[in-house]
Structures are given as structure tokens and as C-alpha cells.
């Protein structure tokens, strides 16, 4: 009897969060008279609703956008905050745990404080038109993603490392050859983690991005809106596709990634 009743909260706690999901879609398929009527099935169905937003506005430029800055940002906060996060869990040097707290730290600082000054600085490198200040912050690393990453590290069996020592491998080789491996789980959920808020950032590509064409999903949506959201006549059947086709990719990966993510999500040793 206690296990029917987890499964039916269960149940009821995914049907709460399926059926924004579900509504989106939903909605997304149906004629301009019946996108807000609240039908969970599309009657009448209008897939046309798709192809009109694709010829309409570049979707296939944005989503190329979106998958390579995406990735971009994703690989380099994973490998950087991976790097200093072994450090500072299999290395001991003087300061290192108020080092370790000024890292910390770093994430009381709210976003808006940095952002005009970041952006001079890629202004004054000629780049604050381009993709780049998209990614390449994440190159110093993440400080959530490095304390993350640093309690998988500690929870590794210190053994394997010691003998790796003892048969003459050298910091590098320590983490290449086991460091990573081991944290594998850790790895993808940071991946992860990082390629969903790329994929979902609005406040970046608002600031630095002008030109259509380099423009990423988030920024085109905002651009669709504008132009068919608004006014008496507004078209919110494309936007809910165009919407629609920027968040399944999101779904999909979660489903693939599923096995690490919530392996992943559980820190196996706390210092």
C-alpha cells in the first residue's frame, strides 16, 4: 500500500511538470482561433504551424548557433573547472582551502555587478559583436562546476592515485589517465548543466549579438516574438513552434543523459 501510494505521488508530481511541456506542444499545432483554448489535443491540427515559422525566420542558423556556442561553453567549463577542481582536491599546498573559499566565494557575486565591465573588456578586444563572449568565460572555469567536480575527486579511492605515484605517473598523467574517468558522472552532469544554460541564455546574446545570422535560439525567439507576438493580430501559434523547437533538444539530451545525470547529481564524499 506505501509503494502504491509513492508511485501515485510520483505520478502526479511528473503529470505537474509534464503538462507545460505537453500544453506547448499542443498548442503549437493548433490554428491561430484555438491556441489558448486549453485542449490538450490539437483540433484542428495545423503542423503547418512548423514549416510557416521555418520560412518565415532562420531557424536552422539559430539552432546551428545555439548547438556550437552551446558546445562551445560546455566543453570549456567542464575541462577548466575540472582541472582546478583536482587540484584543489588531490593537491595540498599552503592557502589552498582560502583559495578554495575565495572560489566560493566568487558565486555571491551577482551577474549584473561584472556585466558592464566584462563588456568593456571585449569591447576594447574588438570581439563584443561576436560569439565569443558567449563562451569563452566559461575557459577560467565555473565555481559551483569546480566545487562540484572537487567532491567527486574526494570521493575517489586515494589508493589508485597512490600507486599511480608510486609507478612514476606525474600530475597530468593522474588526471588524464584516472582523475577523469573515475568522475565521469560528475563530467556529464557539468556538461550538461552548462550546454542547457548556454542553450537557454537570453541576457548574453541581447547584449553582444546585432546580426541576425549570429544570432542563437533564445535571441531568435526574442526576435520572433517581437515581430509575431505582439499587436491585434498576433501569431502565438508561431511562436509556441518556434518555442517548441528550442526546447525538445533540451528534453532529448536530458533523456540521453539520464543515467549520469542523476548519479551525477549525488556528491559521494563530503571533507
Given at each position: ?28 499545432l ?155 558522472p ?11 544554460a548556454?542553450w ?15 544570432y ?56
Amino acid at each position: 500500500m506505501k509503494r502504491v501510494g509513492v508511485w501515485a505521488g510520483l505520478l502526479v508530481v511528473a503529470l505537474a511538470f509534464g503538462y507545460p511541456f505537453w500544453w506547448l506542444v499542443s498548442a503549437s499545432l493548433k490554428d491561430r482561433a484555438h491556441v489558448f483554448d486549453n485542449a490538450l489535443l490539437p483540433r484542428p491540427f495545423s503542423p503547418g504551424n512548423y514549416v510557416e515559422v521555418w520560412r518565415a525566420v532562420p531557424l536552422l542558423t539559430w539552432v546551428g548557433n545555439s548547438v556550437a556556442v552551446g558546445l562551445a561553453a560546455a566543453v570549456a567549463a567542464t575541462a577548466a573547472s575540472a582541472v582546478v577542481a583536482f587540484g584543489f582536491a588531490m593537491f595540498r599546498f599552503p592557502g589552498r582551502d582560502a583559495l578554495f573559499g575565495v572560489v566560493l566565494a566568487t558565486m555571491m557575486l551577482p551577474a549584473a555587478v561584472t556585466m558592464v565591465p566584462v563588456y568593456l573588456e571585449w569591447h576594447a578586444l574588438g570581439l563584443a559583436t561576436t560569439q565569443i563572449p558567449l563562451w569563452a568565460q566559461n575557459l577560467f572555469g565555473s565555481a559551483f562546476y569546480i566545487f562540484l567536480l572537487r567532491q567527486f575527486f574526494l570521493g575517489l579511492p586515494g589508493e589508485v592515485f597512490d600507486a599511480a605515484k608510486v609507478d612514476g605517473a606525474n600530475a597530468w598523467r593522474l588526471f588524464t589517465a584516472l582523475g577523469l574517468p573515475l568522475a565521469r558522472p560528475g563530467l556529464v552532469v557539468v556538461f550538461v548543466f552548462e550546454l542547457k544554460a548556454a542553450w537557454t541564455d537570453l541576457i548574453k546574446p541581447l547584449i553582444y549579438l546585432r546580426e541576425p545570422d549570429l544570432y542563437t535560439l533564445p535571441r531568435g525567439l526574442k526576435a520572433v516574438l517581437d515581430r509575431f507576438g505582439e499587436g491585434g493580430e498576433a501569431q502565438w501559434e508561431l511562436v509556441l513552434a518556434a518555442s517548441a523547437v528550442a526546447t525538445v533538444p533540451m528534453v532529448l539530451l536530458f533523456l540521453v543523459a539520464q543515467r549520469y545525470f542523476v548519479r551525477g547529481t549525488v556528491t559521494q564524499h563530503v571533507e
